[in-house]
């Protein structure tokens, strides 16, 4: 995602917590969106419904909503008829409404793990996965002074593209990671930029934000994701975390590099 789409004092990132997604992958949804798309089949019903969308009214905002909530039924329904609605959606939704079980054995020919708690699935190859990836982003997030939820968001956005191109990812129609783990994710991301922020702050000699970046390592270290699925992660997390607040400086280097920082902070505010 580029990041124009993510200006606007993050108006987008907000905006994608609107994403029906998550109502549009209920059966009894899809079965409606079925029943409503085979009486659409009729053009005078079609061009009712149009006039209905473009009837003006005082109540603009409830306007747009419903403009882009039937007017994605509708494009859905003309393009794919009754049958294959509910397909046709489900192609387009990273939210699979599948939840906490083994989705290999769930779904046939998706690419991914088994389960490690009880958060959604989420398909990453869907075409809507960057606004789940976006909404995924962890309220609790702490990070360091020029980095930025915007930056956070385009960099596992960014990962996330790379990483679902390739290898069997690349070959299979769904490539699947739990809630849990896009929260992991953005913490590992987290524990980047702090590193990457005390660094820069021992070079400089610059006793204050060191002083601040050893406590935010401190909080990153022990982030709920990691701590509930990954202990043995966070052990080490809090020893790096530990060895900051030393000043030992070349630990850190190493925690760096352990993650993979350079390439997780690439085009970031660090």
Known sequence: MAASQLEDDGLDVDLVRLDPAP????????ASLGALSERLRDEQLRDTTWREL???TSRMRSRRIRWTVLGLILAVAVAFGAAPAAAAVSRLLAHTGLFGTNFSTTRAGAQG????DKSEWIDLKATD????????YPSYLVLPRGVTKVDAIET???LNSASVSQGDAGRSTEVVEQAVGIHE???FFANCAWYSAWLTADSSGDSTSLAADSAGLTTAARFPALASTSPDVTKRLVTFATDAASGNRADIEEASKELDCTEMLKGSGE
């Open 185 to 187: 994710s953005y913490e």
């Open 113 to 116: 793990g088994t389960d490690g």
């Open 54 to 56: 473009r009837r003006p």
């Open 23 to 30: 109502a549009l992958s209920r059966p009894e949804f899809a």
């Open 129 to 136: 996965a960057g606004k789940a990836l976006a909404a995924l």
């Open 156 to 158: 596992i956005i960014r």
